[in-house]
């Protein structure tokens, strides 16, 4: 198998709420993946963003490995998706959002372990919440929020456990979406 790129996306690490903290440090997340033999190994901010080279596996059984060596150096278990460069930057390409025109924190993606389709988001009215918009992509869902993601109520609506259930999700804003397309673009 010939050697890809890949971001891998830890879900709710390093980042405040309710719940208490669950802590991954950078320099050992690198470190962690460097032990299972990934190479050009980089970080983007604290909130759990990698990206790896890998010359064996697939997504899911990459994201895997990262999940069960999290677990065993952590001692929680933490969500990780899995994100060929080719993908990444085809959910950047195909924003129904005028992505040039808006603030980072204005857009965001959240990144699905499965295909998801309108009828897992049929009980959400969407009128009820304009100017707040979303639409579906392949495994990913764009959000706009004009006034950014902490005031949503439309964010709250999509994130219920009904509409979750039996998938991983994690959201990134367009400033992260677009640094990973960066950082994974050889």
Known sequence: MATKIYAALLRGINV????????????RLRALLEGLGHGDVRTHLQSGNAVFTADHGDEESL?????AALEREYGFTVDVLVRDAAYLKAVAAACPFPAATLEGRQLHVTYFSAPVDADRFAAVDQAAYLPEEFRLGDRALYLYVPDGLGTSRLAGALARPSITKGLIATSRNWNTVTKLVEMTDV
């Open 16 to 27: 405040g709420g309710s719940v208490r903290m669950r802590k991954v440090a950078m320099p």
């Open 63 to 67: 994201a895997a490995g990262v999940t």
